[in-house]
């Protein structure tokens, strides 16, 4: 089974500064057929279900602002929080989704410094 | 507008079991694959369990696989989730998810609610 590690478990950001979230799989998730690394980041905040931000490792769900973004490939992803706003005080979740059983990362807590 | 409306949560003692449902609205149900995260008191996600759009596959975690049983009732819209021979590990906020995919478990760009499994005498 693919196991993912997040760093860190916790980052205090300013608002309206850059916040950098890491996730490395301890395989590749990328596809050779298609050239696709499957890995998605979500959202999660207190009481509520996880929200889909990005999958393909890149492309962003539905409705989700441009200051989320997603790069990377192989074993080492980013995601990035361009600005950050009030509101994205949250835990952020990787997944792999390259074979079954998908996994999560750990988690990382995002808070205001 | 997707809906997925978990119910079948309680308390129950170890050794036991509960069934689980997650009614899903605003999709065509039959076109995605399914599955059941679960999350622990103030721990992170884990995946239990996934079902492909027809029901014809079924996937699980290495913890619940012998204990669980995943299905789904197409004509109603309907995702379960059978667990038993419960154990106190699995205590958690159990939330039914829909695939963007068809066939296994990808990513999931929605998910229920949750609905909270405790297990404990």
């Known amino acids: 089974d693919i196991v993912m590690t997040q760093s860190p478990d916790s980052l205090a950001v300013s608002l309206g500064e850059r916040a950098t979230i890491n996730c490395k799989s301890s395989q590749s998730v990328l596809s050779s057929s298609n050239n696709n690394n499957y890995l998605a980041w979500y959202q999660q905040k207190p009481g509520q279900p996880p929200k889909l931000l990005i999958y393909w490792a890149s492309t962003r769900a539905s409705g989700v602002p441009d200051r989320f973004s997603g790069s990377g490939s192989g074993t080492d992803f980013t995601l990035t929080i361009s600005s950050l706003q009030a509101e994205d005080v949250a835990l952020y979740y990787c997944?792999?989704?390259?074979?079954?059983?998908?996994?999560f990362g750990q988690g990382t807590k995002v808070e205001i410094k | 507008e997707v809906q997925l409306l978990e119910s079948g949560g309680g308390l129950v003692q170890p050794g036991g079991s509960l069934r689980l449902s997650c009614a899903a609205s605003?999709?065509?149900?039959?076109?995605?694959?399914m599955s059941w995260v679960r999350q622990a008191p103030g721990k992170g996600l884990e995946w239990v369990s996934g079902v492909s759009g027809s029901g014809g596959t079924t996937y699980y975690a290495d913890s619940v696989k012998g204990r669980f049983t995943i299905s789904r009732h197409n004509p109603k819209n309907t995702l379960y989730l059978q667990m038993n021979s419960l154990r106190a590990e699995d205590t958690a906020v159990y939330y039914c998810?829909?695939?963007?995919?068809?066939?296994?478990?990808?990513?999931?760009?929605?998910w229920g609610q949750g609905t909270l499994v405790t297990v404990s005498s």
């Open positions: 997944q792999q989704y390259y074979s079954t059983p998908p996994a």
């Open positions: 605003g999709f065509t149900f039959s076109n995605y694959a």
């Open positions: 998810a829909k695939d963007r995919n068809s066939e296994r478990p990808y990513h999931f760009d929605y």
